[in-house]
């Protein structure tokens, strides 16, 4: 039996798999290729670090995206 966790992501609460990092949460909100910064637990987490990031149940994640425009 697949293990959930339940996380906060801009004020609502998300269910993922157990061992989720912060790459697959954007995946799951089909934001893998956009211009984002993540913060999770009041902390930025670096581009280069998203595949590596775990995270854990209860956390909080803020994601901001970036619009071109003029």
Request: charged letters at 25%; one cysteine or more; a negative charge.
């Amino acid at each position: 039996m697949m293990r959930a966790m339940m996380i906060n992501v801009n004020g609502r609460t998300v269910q993922l798999e157990a061992a989720a990092s912060v790459r697959t949460l954007l995946e799951e909100l089909e934001l893998g290729q956009a211009a984002c910064a993540v913060e999770v637990n009041k902390r930025l987490v670096p581009h280069r670090t998203y595949g590596e990031h775990a995270l854990d149940d209860g956390d909080e994640v803020e994601i901001v995206t970036f619009v071109g425009g003029g």
